[in-house]
């Protein structure tokens, strides 16, 4: 088991500044290379206080911005648009990435592609939806809707 510092929010494991230990494959393939996490280290409690003052300093900012966001997005539908074949069948899947260009394009803000959730994958036209986590304590409801792109 690996132990590491988390320098982001990771869904599942923790957020930025928590100690956690996971698998050495997971830390080593995945965690570290993205730079999610730093190895834990005895100097590293300096880096963990830093790292949670500074989210905290951010948090107090950005939740009332957190809050107004999550409203502008639940208050209008999102059009992704993507290219499909005959019947509505997609060519792969509507990506996170997609859905944040889309939301941006929409003029609804911006949103970091790694806060998009999708539940299940998008391989078709139709009506979906999408969670954002927006803050630790704010999260958004999207309405997708996948439509075709036109030849």
């Not at 982001?8 to 997971?26: I, P, R």
């Not at 996170?96 to 036209?125: C, F, M, Q, W, Y």
């Amino acid at each position: 088991m690996a132990k590491l510092i988390l320098t982001h929010e990771v869904t599942g494991l923790g957020t930025a500044g928590e100690v956690v230990e996971v698998k050495d494959g997971y830390a080593r393939n995945y965690l570290l290379p993205r730079g999610f996490a730093l190895t834990w280290t005895k100097g590293g409690e300096k880096q963990v206080e830093s790292i949670k003052a500074a989210r905290t300093a951010r948090a107090v900012a950005s939740l009332e911005d957190a809050q107004a966001l999550a409203t502008k997005l639940g208050s209008q539908p999102v059009k992704v648009t993507v290219k499909a074949g005959q019947g509505g069948r997609l060519f792969g899947t509507v990506k996170t990435v997609d859905i944040a260009n889309a939301v941006e394009a929409a003029g609804l803000g911006s949103i970091d592609k790694r806060t998009v959730e999708i539940p299940e994958h998008i391989k078709s036209t139709g009506n979906y939806q999408a969670t954002v986590r927006l803050h630790e304590d704010v999260s958004a409801t999207i309405d997708l809707q996948v439509v075709a792109a036109k030849k």
